[in-house]
């Protein structure tokens, strides 16, 4: 056999075991691989993970785990594992799933209403890797309170309802970071002047705020409320807020889940530093999450001569507003038969 025709069938088998070869990689990297109904779904992987759980994670959601492992393995993925969020879509091929396991998606966290701090972690934590636990500790801790001139009662304060973007897998600490972050860019110049003519600080704003906020829900009413809690303020009366009530009641209790819709005389009595009806002033922090037209109210509150609200039966929702006592009162009977006529005994 002359040298040109070894030449020629070495090149050709090595066309047809590089076929070969091709064939197989195709087959194992560039098919589809998926098994799921959706058109696509997310894997969650754990801060710490390794590879064999990850292929765990991924077994009921892959046609082929060896295909998989194949690929993975080819690329480096099994030493090289990434937590977070990942998306894998459907009819994705083994190296479209590798190349998504490295690329984590964002995530729209957002919260609003909440009580108390302990209901905002554990809503967090439904959205995020971290745990209630690991998120309270890292609000709560004292350097970062008193960096941000907070203390347990006020921490609340810190949080400005929003949708914020995360990574799932982001700590605790750098999520508090990135709050406090926030924090600071709404307390702008111009909020900060209109809360310093009102003589008080952003914190005493939000507290009051949470108070407006959870007397009415009708957001154009919220700058007459805010008004006449300010006009109260000045005149060194009481605020006598229901909800500083309410609030006082579920925390004694520790019962933050429970519905009280009226306040009875015998309440207005409870032990608390929360009861605006012994105590003058402000109440030690906020006593639920205001929405930022709560907080813009207290900022923007309408100038009138108002001390009295209460309850409109006429125009459910909102409320009937009062300078002298004697109005008030008038106001008051009418919504107290109201009331009573409903049946609302709580």
């Not at 009662?153 to 810190?158: G, K, P, Y």
């Not at 003519?197 to 108070?211: E, F, H, R």
């Amino acid at each position: 056999m002359n040298l040109k025709k070894l030449i020629s069938i070495i090149a050709v088998a090595g066309i047809v075991i590089a076929s070969i070869v091709g064939t197989y990689v195709y087959f194992k990297a560039f098919t589809a691989n998926t098994q799921f109904a959706q058109d696509e779904v997310f894997v969650f992987v754990p801060t710490g993970a390794n590879y064999a759980e990850v292929k765990e994670m991924l077994t009921p959601l892959v046609k082929d785990i060896e295909k998989f492992d194949f690929v993975a393995t080819s690329r480096n993925y099994d030493t090289n594992v990434k937590s977070g969020k990942f998306l894998l879509k459907k009819n994705m091929t083994s190296f479209d799933i590798v190349r998504s396991l490295r690329l984590n998606v964002p995530v729209k966290v957002a919260f609003n209403n909440q009580e108390t701090l302990g209901k905002l972690v554990q809503r967090l934590a439904t959205q995020l890797e971290p745990d209630s636990l690991k998120l309270e500790v890292a609000f709560t801790n004292t350097p970062f309170l008193e960096e941000n001139g907070l203390t347990e009662e006020t921490a609340l304060a810190l949080f400005i309802p929003n949708t914020y973007e995360f990574y799932w897998n982001t700590p605790a600490e750098k999520i508090a970071e990135k709050l406090a972050k926030e924090y600071r860019i709404f307390w702008n110049n111009e909020r900060l002047e209109k809360a310093k003519a009102k003589n008080l600080t952003p914190i005493q704003v939000y507290t009051l705020a949470s108070i407006v906020h959870k007397e009415t829900a009708k957001v154009d009413e919220r700058p007459t409320v805010a008004g006449v809690y300010l006009n109260r303020l000045q005149q060194d009366m009481p605020l006598q807020a229901d909800p500083t009530i309410i609030f006082a009641i579920k925390k004694r209790s520790g019962d933050f889940d429970q519905e009280i819709k009226r306040v009875f005389f015998n309440d207005l009595r409870i032990n608390s530093p929360y009861n605006t009806y012994v105590n003058k002033g402000l109440p030690p922090g906020p006593i639920a999450m205001p929405d930022v037209s709560a907080i813009d109210a207290v900022l923007n509150a309408e100038k009138h001569d108002y001390i009295y609200f209460c309850a409109n039966p006429d125009k459910p929702g909102y409320h009937a507003f009062a300078s002298s006592y004697e109005a008030h009162q008038v106001n008051a009977k009418k919504y107290a038969e109201w009331v009573t006529k409903l049946g609302i005994d709580r």
